[in-house]
Structures are given as C-alpha cells and as structure tokens.
C-alpha cells in the first residue's frame, strides 16, 4: 500500500545538525499528518515533530528551538532539520504518516528508521 523511506541520518558530533528526509509513495489520497519519533534502546519510543497537511506543528518541549519540520505536501515528503545536537538526541528516528487512503480510511504507517548518532 503505502510506504515511507527515510534518509539522512549519520554521525555528528556534539552541537552538529542533520537534516532528515522521508517520502511516502503509493495510494494516498491526502495527508492528514506526517512527523518525526525517536527511539532509543530500552526507550519508549517519543514524538520528536508533527505536521499536519495544512501545516499545524507540534513539537516535543526537548526539541524546540533546536529541530524544524517542513513538508512539501505536493511530494508527500516531510523534513526535520536538527540542529545543536546533543549525545541523549542519540536515537533511531522514525519517519510517521498518518493518511487517508481511502473514503472513510485513515491509516498510520511507518518508516524503516534511520540512525543519528551524536558523539561528544
């Protein structure tokens, strides 16, 4: 059905930046968000940011002033610009849609991850 690829993850070092990338594909028939989680080991996975297709934001409090969501609803992609990275940002960030897919069909879907690593 739907699938989300995310890019952009790496190794940084303490106070660096990554911009992260992802791409839905597939049958989606509009956007009712996309966003950013995180996950650490032994770590509940968190919400980092969301966005919704009209452009509503949400941020976690430990990531404001510091990381942005963008999307460009017409490519079906959403972007987190991460900035002052810190070690405890370490984790494995997950690419989220949430999508109506079909009359009266709201499906989540999730992408593979991608690995940051920040290094002090």
């Known amino acids: 059905q739907v699938q989300l690829v995310e890019s952009g993850g790496g190794l940084v070092q303490a106070g660096g930046s990554l911009r992260l990338s992802c791409v839905a594909s597939g049958r989606i028939f509009s956007i009712n968000s996309m966003g950013w989680y995180r996950q650490a080991p032994g770590k509940q996975r968190e919400l980092v940011a969301t966005i919704t297709g009209r452009g509503t934001l949400t941020y976690a409090d430990f990531v404001k002033g510091r990381f942005t969501i963008s999307r460009d609803n017409a490519k079906n992609m959403v972007y987190l610009q991460m900035n002052s990275l810190q070690p405890e940002d370490t984790a494995a960030y997950y690419c989220?849609?949430?999508?109506?897919?079909?009359?009266?069909?709201?499906?989540?879907?999730w992408g593979q991850g991608t690995q940051v690593t920040v290094s002090s």
């Open positions: 989220n849609g949430d999508f109506i897919i079909g009359i009266g069909t709201i499906r989540t879907y």
